[in-house]
């Protein structure tokens, strides 16, 4: 086993190694941005080194400096996470030449399945089913359009190098194909550094379900087990489950023999996923699966198979990289019970799923166990406190059940979701909870367009009841929030004004409406607040975990208030509601009813701009794209205008509010 390693990524999944090599006794090495100086994983870690600023190409990429930083601190061996350099075949080669150890495969591994169209040839050859397409060497946009009118539409537009959701088009219309091509090229260049493409026969009711492998140095894969992946929103993955809904034993021992059988073709050691698209219009049968791809690292999911399996794959990881056979055999496996990780991000779910960014002033802690097997489990690689940055994945957690049954780990997952409690930035937890919540998926009747089929049911707004508006009003007036924010409403002199009138006065805006409240203090801990003309009297004590107990007649429950700058944000059972005061000076931006700007909706990058001042455009055509976080997002008109100004370029970093194009009447 090796003494000491570096771990050449951040966040969760350097928390996550560190985790399992303490227990191992072996020493960790981080390395580190300007932007991550004060990271949980730094903190974490044995030894940390700054590698350079922020971006992630003048930093985590450079693998020449992480090289030479394991090098100087004294490392045997560099783990690469998932992303960033995980799946770089020249990195592997250049620590190999540097006398360390890649813990993951071989450089000739990952370059044989890092491109999806030769990886796709190598399996046709190896006897895995594949799917049907154009995965050749063409990349002529005329060509790979009349390719995919041989293939038939709808298909998927995938880009050779992608991942992680990215570099990924559906097209339904040829008239839109040349467009998605582009996109989808440009946004793989940036991401991967190959802008070609690939172009596919697009499943009408797909799931996706892949397969965990496992290789050593002598010769042994085995398979952990599927794992479903199908409640993806843009491509990305949402919650996942272990193993998946309606697999049979004959389809599992067809699917884990076509895995393997992938794996053995290229001499595999360590971890890897083979993950296939599989027809979800019926029962699975044999005949319905498909290889995608090949991840050739650890996914982001693997705490389920770690929960029904009960391995530590990281251990695994470390054991085969230092030379070690696997402990086990196939026939020595076997699935215990049921898991459901879902993802929880800094995102705006109500504006597409925007990335957001902040400071998470608030975050659950109690009660759970981190990175280790547990009924409960969140992986995280952020702590209150911590400010959510917009160079890096804006993922906050991972939250993890394992139960006995599918029904069981379900309930417990969204008690799980509903409890978890995040303040000072936008989340999808109540999308999650939702989701977890939704019919079909409660039934295993899934499959990779539920959420986009259903999202208006989803996204259906809880509108705030008259207590959580009654809190909201509280926490404005600073009469209650946070501690350290605000007044504590268990000081004895809570709520005395000697000098102020008995009432007092606050307009929220929720959404599009305006809330004008009165907030009377009847006593210590207790007030009255008439609402849009609702009154409701409470009371409002803190509780020692920190949640504010909230009695309203002989109705009691607990909600968390955050309050930062000008906003308020009220949680309850996994849902949050936002409130602000009304802001006069803003701009507004061009929604759906017409409007005179159109503002960023998050930070970003320019990447395109479509459109001159001028220029004559229709509703929906697109003006401009913003980058952020290795994601695309086009810019729409919200009516028919002439552009006025543009006001900014191509390639300027612009932040969220931030006025971009003015519009003006038609004709006008």
């Not at 079909?440 to 990779?448: E, K, L, N, V």
Request: a negative charge; charged letters at 20%.
């Amino acid at each position: 086993m090796f003494k000491k390693i570096l771990i050449a990524n951040r966040g969760e999944i350097a928390c996550r190694i560190i985790t399992t090599a303490r227990r191992l006794g072996v020493q960790t090495i981080a390395v580190y941005s300007e932007a991550d100086a004060g990271s949980k994983h730094v903190d974490l870690a044995d030894e940390a080194f700054l590698i350079g600023p922020p971006p992630v190409p003048e930093s985590y990429l450079l693998g020449d400096a992480i090289i030479e930083t394991a090098l100087t601190a004294g490392a045997e061996a560099i783990h690469p996470g998932y992303g960033f350099l995980s799946e770089n075949p020249g990195f592997v080669a250049d620590v190999e030449k540097a006398g360390l150890t890649f813990i993951g495969p071989s450089a000739d591994a990952i370059k044989a399945m890092g491109l999806k169209d030769k990886a796709k040839k190598l399996m046709e050859e190896s006897g895995v089913p594949v799917l049907p397409g154009y995965h050749g060497d063409n990349q002529d946009p005329d060509f790979l359009a009349t390719e995919a009118e041989k293939i038939g539409y709808p298909v998927m537009i995938k880009a050779c190098g992608g991942g992680g959701g990215k570099g990924l088009r559906l097209v339904t219309d040829p008239d839109t194909f040349l467009t998605n091509l582009e996109s989808v090229q440009r946004e793989a260049e940036s991401s991967f550094g190959d802008s070609n493409c690939l172009i596919e026969k697009y499943i009408s009711q797909p799931r996706h379900i892949e397969f965990q492998v496992f290789g050593d140095a002598h010769g042994n894969i085995v398979h952990l087990f599927e794992r479903d992946c199908s409640l993806q929103r843009r491509h990305q993955k949402v919650i996942e489950e272990a193993p998946a809904p309606g697999m049979t034993a004959h389809m599992r021992i067809a699917m884990g023999n076509a895995a393997i059988t992938a794996a053995k073709a290229i001499n595999y050691s360590g971890a890897g996923t083979i993950e296939f698209i599989v027809d979800g219009s019926d029962k699975l049968r044999t005949d319905g699966f498909w290889f995608m791809e090949m991840n050739t690292r650890l996914q982001v999911e693997h705490p389920v198979t770690e929960a029904i399996t009960g391995l530590d794959l990281v251990e695994l990881q470390l054991r085969v990289a230092s030379g070690e056979p696997l402990p086990m055999s196939q026939d020595d496996l076997s699935i215990n019970g049921w898991s459901f990780e879902a993802r929880v991000y800094a995102e705006d779910v109500m504006k597409g799923f925007l990335p957001a960014t902040g400071t998470v002033a608030q975050l659950s802690t109690s009660q759970i166990s981190e990175f280790e097997p547990s009924a409960l489990r969140v992986d995280s690689g952020i702590r209150q406190g911590d400010t959510i940055v917009p160079f890096y994945d804006p993922m906050i957690a991972k939250i993890i059940v394992h139960g006995p049954t599918r029904g069981c780990a379900l309930n417990m997952l969204t008690r799980a979701l509903d409890t978890y409690r995040v303040g000072g930035t936008v989340t999808n937890l109540e999308f999650l909870s939702s989701l977890s919540q939704h019919e079909g998926f409660a039934s295993g009747r899934i499959d990779t367009d539920l959420i986009a089929r259903d999202l208006d049911d989803l996204l259906a707004a809880n509108e705030p009841d008259t207590i959580i508006r009654s809190i909201a009003a509280l926490a404005a007036l600073g009469f209650i929030g946070s501690p350290g924010v605000g007044m504590c409403p268990t000081d004895p002199l809570f709520g005395y004004r000697h000098w102020s009138p008995a009432h007092h006065n606050i307009s929220l805006q929720y959404g599009d409406d305006t809330l004008d409240c009165v907030v009377t203090i009847t006593g210590n801990s207790q007030f009255v607040v008439d609402c849009c003309g609702i009154s409701q009297e409470l009371k409002v004590t803190l509780h020692t975990n920190g949640r504010l107990i909230v009695e309203a007649g002989n109705h009691r429950t607990t909600v968390d208030v955050i309050r930062r700058g000008a906003a308020v944000d009220v949680a309850q059972d996994g849902r949050v509601f936002t409130f602000t005061l009304p802001d006069k000076t803003r701009r507004t931006d061009g929604d759906s009813d017409g409007g005179d700007t159109i503002i960023a909706p998050m930070p970003g990058s320019v990447i395109s701009v479509d459109a001159i001042e001028g220029d004559t455009v229709k509703a929906g055509d697109r003006i401009m794209v913003l980058e952020a976080m290795k994601m695309e997002h086009a810019l729409t008109t919200p009516r028919d205008a002439v552009i006025k100004d543009v006001h900014v370029s191509q390639g300027d970093q612009v932040q969220d509010g931030a006025l971009l194009v003015t519009l003006k009447i038609q004709n006008g």
